[in-house]
């Protein structure tokens, strides 16, 4: 059984930074590929940015140079930093753990961005 511990509210001024953790109760989280996905108001769940068991990134054009995704395979984390925050960045931040048709998402972290 794999859960997603993230969750909360989060408030960061315009410019700020932040970094989202989501450990993951699973014994061979090393296997699983790991993303972030964020759900603003009135627009679809949308990618961020993911890393594959391998180490492979990707980030999403929107948090290019501003966004970074990082595992720590020891700790069975997966973070995501977030820097130069834009009030547009607005949204439930989702964690999501994938190994072939397997799927889990944490429970969101709304995170506000005010202006």
């Known amino acids: 059984h794999v859960q997603l511990v993230e969750s909360g509210v989060v408030f960061v001024q315009a410019g700020g930074s932040l970094r989202l953790s989501c450990p993951a109760s699973v014994i061979t989280f090393v296997m699983y590929h790991m993303a972030w996905?964020?759900?603003?108001?009135?627009?679809?769940?949308?990618?961020?940015?993911?890393?594959?068991?391998?180490?492979?990134?990707?980030?999403?054009?929107?948090?290019?140079?501003?966004?970074?995704?990082?595992?720590?395979?020891?700790?069975?984390?997966?973070?995501?930093?977030?820097n130069g925050l834009k009030p547009e960045d607005t949204a439930v931040y989702y964690c999501k753990a994938e190994l072939g048709g397997e799927v889990h998402w944490g429970k969101g972290t709304l995170v506000t961005v005010s202006s």
């Not at 990134?57 to 929107?62: E, G, K, N, S, V």
């Open 37 to 82: 996905y964020r759900h603003a108001p009135g627009m679809q769940r949308e990618l961020v940015a993911r890393m594959t068991r391998n180490g492979n990134t990707y980030h999403a054009d929107a948090v290019k140079r501003r966004f970074t995704i990082s595992r720590d395979n020891a700790k069975d984390t997966v973070a995501l930093q977030m």
